[in-house]
């Protein structure tokens, strides 16, 4: 439920003595149909929504005014000509991608915010740049003018135990502050409370939002 996440992450702040004004509530809303989200979402208030698909994504954004929108899936190459509309794009892997996204900015104009997204427990099954390689992809994508670096995203290994991911938010955090980048885009509804505890700037909640 929206209002059961909303005071968790403040108590969580609370806790960590932080601004609850920093921590920034992306509610997935993958899977959820219009008028799901309009139900669970929208009526709150609430309009920053994050989607892991194109095409699910342009159907529901044909529907919905008003939306702050994140991309938070894996973003191919072919499908950066429609992502003008994303507020944020949570998951830069590649420098192919980001020629990509130069070649369709300088084209168009339009300058893309992304975070680089880095496979922080090096799982084979994930996505994201290598944290070895992280630093570079970042001074990479400064270099472009049509893309801009905001910050890290990173998806803790699946545990039961949120302070599992404890250890991978501060590797990521760390490496946060010494590329001296804002966001931090870590936690999900397994481990957002944990995450906002290693200065998350943006959690990414989708079930619990929900059930
Ligand atoms: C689905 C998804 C989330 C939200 O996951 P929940 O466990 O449902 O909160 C967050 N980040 C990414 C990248 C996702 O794909």
């Not at 920053?48 to 939306?67: C, F, T, Y």
């Not at 099954?125 to 990173?154: C, D, F, I, P, W």
């Not at 135990?161 to 010494?178: M, S, V």
Request: glycine share 8%; hydrophobic share 40%; aromatic share 8%.
């Amino acid at each position: 439920m929206f209002e059961d996440v909303v005071t968790r992450i403040e108590a969580a702040c609370l806790r960590s003595g932080r601004n609850s004004k920093d921590v920034k509530l992306v509610a997935v809303t993958k899977g959820k149909s219009i008028a799901e989200i309009t139900q669970s979402i929208l009526r709150h208030h609430h309009h920053v929504l994050g989607e892991n698909r194109i095409q699910e994504w342009r159907e529901k954004a044909s529907g919905l005014d008003g939306v702050e929108w994140h991309f938070i899936g894996n973003l191919q190459r072919n499908k950066v000509k429609y992502c003008e509309g994303f507020f944020l794009i949570h998951s830069l892997n590649s420098t192919r991608l980001a020629d990509a996204l130069e070649q369709f900015g300088a084209r168009q104009g339009h300058i893309f915010q992304t975070l680089v997204e880095v496979n922080v427990a090096g799982e084979l099954s994930k996505q994201g740049t290598a944290l070895t390689e992280a630093e570079a992809l970042v001074t990479y994508a400064q270099k472009l003018r049509h893309v801009t670096v905001q910050g890290l995203m990173a998806i803790a290994p699946y545990s039961e135990d949120p302070e599992d991911a404890r250890k991978f938010f501060k590797i990521l955090r760390n490496l946060r502050d010494k590329l001296g980048l804002k966001e931090l885009s870590i936690g999900m509804s397994g481990d957002f409370e944990v995450a906002i505890e290693e200065g998350a700037t943006i959690v990414r909640v989708g079930s619990a939002l929900f059930t």
